[in-house]
């Protein structure tokens, strides 16, 4: 969790806004620093989790969650965060009998393109407890990322409509938050990663954008964060809306500042 | 039946909303089809058989459309019409949110948020999915003028093909033309968002030319524009800009465009500010200052006076001489005069 980050989207893990989509998006840079931040946001806001892991392993987001000052060992031990290790359960895929259901069925489909059982398996981590569990805050959905389900043969379409599912029943009805990231290729033939983006970004209320600098790599500014606010409901001017700072990505830390106003620069 | 007044400024709205599908506009704008649109520079020349105006909203992830939708689906509700919504994007509490509860109980918000491809089996999702949920709109059997708004084509265009679409479109904006004995005044208005990011030019220019009204959202300077395209039966279409803003009550208020309409490529995310504020200098003269500049004669300046002054010196003025003797071992050689120099 950056601290900074939290002061620029005016939140703390004791304030967490209910019912929200989060968008974060990265171009010709890498924007998992925001999946690691809100990953750790929300265990330290003591919110159920369940974590769409297709990129990394376990070990990996847990080494970072650590640096952050959260353990997820601990967190799933105890029952907060529900881990999806795409990476290792792609496997099980195969060597299971076909009729039991498994989140990542669509690798084994070959023209299903439907992720109806991820969607399960997602409702099927966070619905709420009846029992006197309910210790958890919210529950929260976090995907790192949906553009790696497009290399895998699902249309950009189930895509979103999975996506609709998740806000449908986190969002709406049980008043959490998703929060997911996209790739921006920035290719203008990656038809369905566009489709993808500008479909999530018309139905989320918050983007984070990290870009590269457009000047190249640098070693005091690693990139610039856009935030847009959508949806908000108090229309305001598109200024207030939308802001763009720098950042530098340190060992347990990011430093955001004004555009051009790099402690290195000045 | 709602005043010529409330129709106009009906009209004003739609020419503001450039989110808004194009169609539904032209018969929001008539209830009576002959009536002067005031914005609008030409009449509406809708005939009674004509089709019901339908309307698209095209907007961008950065230029979001839907507050402009709810803006028109309030005028309509206040003009006294049955508000019919098909949602597809958005839950029906964020939908109804904002508006009071006179507006909201002449909405009938059509659920396809909630389940539309029957994933959740609770027996909550419209029967027989998006397509049924239209032509169930189609059927309305209610009387009296009625807006269907659609939120958003852009869902439903992605979920169903192309040319069933427009032909279900095709058929709801000409739905009062079946009933024989609907009068002109009780016409269909459906209105549409569009995501124009995320469709090809196709099926863009399929529902454009099913559209009567096309308003396309963009903006600069923070202030969102409404590019509206008004198609009338057998004339040229008319192109209007207009900038507008949402009040947080979904009233439309319009508004003369930014003052910096010079710069054409603003930067949205710099404040504007006046970079000569605190400048330790001035960038203008007063009068008194002007006349003092003009008077001053500067150095180069080589006027009549000072070639007078050189040609004649005064009498007070010292005069200087330079007397040289040649000592006695200067070797003066005409030829090479800087000689004893070294060089």
């Avoid at chain 1, 847990?62 to 601990?74: D, F, R």
């Avoid at chain 2, 992830?61 to 919504?85: F, M, N, P």
């Avoid at chain 2, 029967?127 to 269907?148: F, M, N, Q, W, Y």
């Amino acid at each position: 969790m950056f601290p900074e980050l939290n002061n620029l989207l005016n939140t703390t893990p004791d304030q967490v806004e209910q019912g929200k989509l989060t968008l974060l998006c990265d171009a010709k840079t890498d924007g998992s620093f925001l999946v690691h931040h809100f990953l750790s946001f929300y265990l330290k806001a003591n919110c159920k989790v369940c974590f769409v892991a297709l990129i990394q392993s376990f070990s990996h987001y847990n080494i970072v969650g650590q640096k952050l000052g959260v353990s997820l060992t601990t967190a799933r031990e105890c029952g907060q965060l529900v881990f999806l290790e795409g990476l290792k359960s792609a496997v099980d895929v195969f060597f299971r009998p076909q009729e039991e259901p498994h989140p990542l069925q669509f690798l084994r489909e070959a023209n299903s393109g439907n992720l109806q059982p991820l969607y399960e398996f997602v409702q099927e981590a966070l619905k709420p407890m009846d029992s006197g569990e309910a210790a958890w805050r919210c529950p929260v959905l976090l995907v790192d990322d949906l553009s790696v389900l497009l290399s895998l043969g699902v249309g950009a379409v189930a895509v979103l409509d999975f996506v609709h599912y998740c806000r449908a029943t986190v969002c709406r009805e049980w008043k959490g938050n998703v929060v997911a990231l996209v790739h921006d290729s920035g290719d203008a033939e990656d038809e369905e990663n566009d489709i993808l983006l500008n479909g999530l970004g018309h139905q989320s209320h918050l983007i984070l954008r990290a870009e590269g600098l457009a000047t190249g790599f640098c070693k005091d500014v690693h990139g610039q964060l856009r935030i847009l606010w959508r949806r908000s409901s108090q229309p305001t001017a598109q200024r207030d809306r939308s802001l763009t700072y720098q950042y530098k990505i340190q060992d347990k830390n990011v430093s955001f500042f004004a555009k051009g106003m790099s402690p290195a620069v000045l | 039946m709602p005043s010529d007044g409330c129709s106009n400024s009906l009209a004003v709205k739609a020419a503001a909303g450039a989110q808004f599908l194009g169609p539904n506009r032209g018969p929001r704008l008539s209830k009576n089809p002959r009536a002067p649109l005031t914005e609008v520079p030409t009449t509406t020349s809708a005939h009674p058989g004509s089709p019901c105006g339908s309307a698209s909203a095209k907007d961008s992830v950065e230029w979001e459309g839907r507050s402009l939708l709810k803006a028109l689906i309030k005028k309509s509700a206040l003009c006294g019409e049955q508000v019919h919504i098909l949602g597809c994007e958005v839950s029906e509490e964020e939908f109804r949110e904002g508006f009071d509860s006179n507006i909201n109980s002449r909405l009938v918000y059509h659920d396809l948020f909630r389940d539309p491809l029957n994933w959740s089996k609770t027996g909550e999702a419209l029967p027989g999915g998006p397509l049924e949920a239209l032509r169930a709109l189609c059927r309305r059997t209610d009387p009296g003028p009625v807006t269907i708004a659609l939120d958003s084509l852009s869902w439903l265009l992605l979920h169903l093909p192309c040319t069933t679409l427009c032909q279900t479109l095709h058929t709801l904006s000409r739905q009062d033309s079946c009933h024989g004995d609907s009068s002109p005044g009780e016409q269909v208005h459906v209105l549409g968002l569009l995501h124009e990011e995320l469709h090809g030019p196709g099926p863009l220019g399929a529902l454009s030319s099913l559209a009567q009204t096309e308003v396309t959202l963009s903006g600069a300077l923070g202030q969102a524009s409404a590019h509206i395209l008004y198609r009338r039966p057998q004339q040229r279409p008319s192109h209007q800009t207009q900038w507008f803003s949402i009040l947080p009550d979904f009233s439309l208020e319009l508004q003369r465009g930014p003052p910096l309409e010079s710069q054409p490529y603003p930067d949205p995310h710099t404040p504007s500010m006046d970079p000569t504020t605190h400048l330790t200098f001035n960038l203008r003269l007063s009068k008194k200052e002007r006349e003092a500049k003009d008077s001053l004669t500067l150095p180069f300046q080589f006027s009549s006076e000072k070639q007078q002054a050189l040609l004649c010196p005064g009498l007070g003025q010292p005069t200087s001489h330079i007397f040289y003797e040649p000592d006695a071992y200067d070797d003066l050689d005409q030829e090479d005069p800087d000689d004893d120099l070294d060089v």
